[in-house]
């Protein structure tokens, strides 16, 4: 009922972070999503397995989708969609740069078209492109933003499996949560499993309540194509919204001192828009003592790290 196509290298690995842990007074681990394999990775790859089965399945012969202009899962999505052969068309909000660089550099190695829009007009300008590429016989499909649609939330429902079937037990999975399909999924997952532990996302863009009641509904939908009876409110989802900074995109101190941290002693890469926030969150948690000192931490890698080398934030970051 739900095809997928095998794109990612996965299993991803579960690695022990012993060296934070020692910083922090906790048990940290990593689960590797920025090596989901192709295009450097990202959580991005496990949702496309699902929605991009769905478009070859509906017939499809290109792929539209939207995002900013360092986005990852643009990039992702540009790369399997080169792999499956089928033309891709992204439609970003802001202007082209002289120079590409980060994750729109590789838009264009991938040979995918771009469409440039106003923030304001994105959405405007998605339809429209959709309409044109309709009319011309290309046979679109059109992937909203994030892939964070029921069909790409299976990705992270597997994800969890996944987790489960790698044997290592922890107290809290943290993530990095935006359009919802990540954390809706784990916490599918984790319902399905019966898991005990609790699943914490920190909000990169949305009030939390707002966050809530997107990883809630979500949920339930995906709940819904996998014929799953459950019942998911907005108070069973765990999300921190203290952590917005000065808005989506827009790298702070606590990201850059996040990523350093992580670099400097796992020799480990974040990214400046999602990871980078999401694990400056779990620091500042852990120094106030938000987990019990015998507890065990999952951080779930998103991936990202392309956005590492765009101009916006390289020059920024050390
Ligand atoms: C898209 C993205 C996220 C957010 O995932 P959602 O499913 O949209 O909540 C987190 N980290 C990275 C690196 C991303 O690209």
Redesign the pocket.
Known sequence: MNPRLRLGTLPTPVEPLPRLSARLGCQLFVKRD?MTGIAFG???VR?LEFVLADAVAHGAKTIITVGAVQ???CR?TAALSAKLGLHCILVLSGSPPENPNGNLLLDYLLGTEIVWSTREQRDEMLKQTFDEAWAAGKRPFLIP????TPV??LG?LEGFREFIQQGVEVDWIV???????????LVLGAIQAGWNGRIL?IS?DHKASVLQDM?AELAMETADRVRQKVRISRDMIRVSADYLGDGYGIMGQSEKDAIQMFAREEGLFL?P???GR?AAGMLDLAANGFFKPHERILFW?????P?LFADSYAGDLV
């Open positions: 920025d990202g959580n991005k949702k986005s990852n899962h992702i933003l994030g892939a964070s790409g939330t992270y993530v990095a949560s935006s359009s919802a399909g990540t954390q809706a999924g996302g990169i990883v990214d828009v999602y990871t999401a890698h998103t991936g990202g790290t956005a």
